[in-house]
């Protein structure tokens, strides 16, 4: 009889006991993925503010008082490639060459995350007002 018990504690623990090597990869994999994912839209993010800065003229720029339009360009495009080259989480660009790229400069792409979310959220809302005019 002991034997028996023995057998299937060993058949449960084999079930529902340490995960697999499969599952682990699987569960790596998916952070991966998740992660890319995460990197890619706020990358799209940065996009979004340096090809929306383009789009305005310099006298807009001007008629709200705010920095200039070259210094918005600078801004946000330095801030693109800095999500690019050093992303808060994943790889990044240079990751793809053998880079590393994690740790100390990540705080690099999180400056460009929030440069992006200033100039979508408080510029971008200005310039749109001073060529939209007023709404009534």
């Known amino acids: 009889p002991h034997l028996r018990l023995k057998r299937q504690l060993i058949f449960l623990g084999a079930v529902v006991g340490a995960p697999s090597a499969a599952y682990a990869r699987l569960m790596f994999a998916a952070a991966g993925f998740?992660?890319?994912?995460?990197?890619?839209?706020?990358?799209?993010?940065?996009?979004?503010?340096?090809?929306?800065?383009?789009?305005?003229?310099?006298?807009?720029?001007?008629a709200i008082g705010r920095l200039s339009k070259p210094q918005w360009l600078g801004i946000t495009g330095g801030g693109l490639a800095a999500q690019l080259l050093f992303p808060v989480i994943g790889g990044g660009a240079l990751a793809l060459i053998g880079f590393p790229t994690a740790g100390a400069l990540g705080f690099l792409g999180l400056a460009g995350i929030v440069a992006a979310i200033v100039y979508l959220v408080d510029t971008r809302n200005k310039l749109a007002q001073v060529t939209r005019g007023p709404r009534y």
Not at 36 to 61: E, H, K, M, N, P
Request: hydrophobic share 55%.
């Open 34 to 62: 998740i992660y890319t994912a995460i990197s890619l839209a706020l990358a799209g993010l940065g996009v979004w503010a340096f090809v929306d800065s383009l789009r305005y003229s310099a006298q807009a720029y001007g």
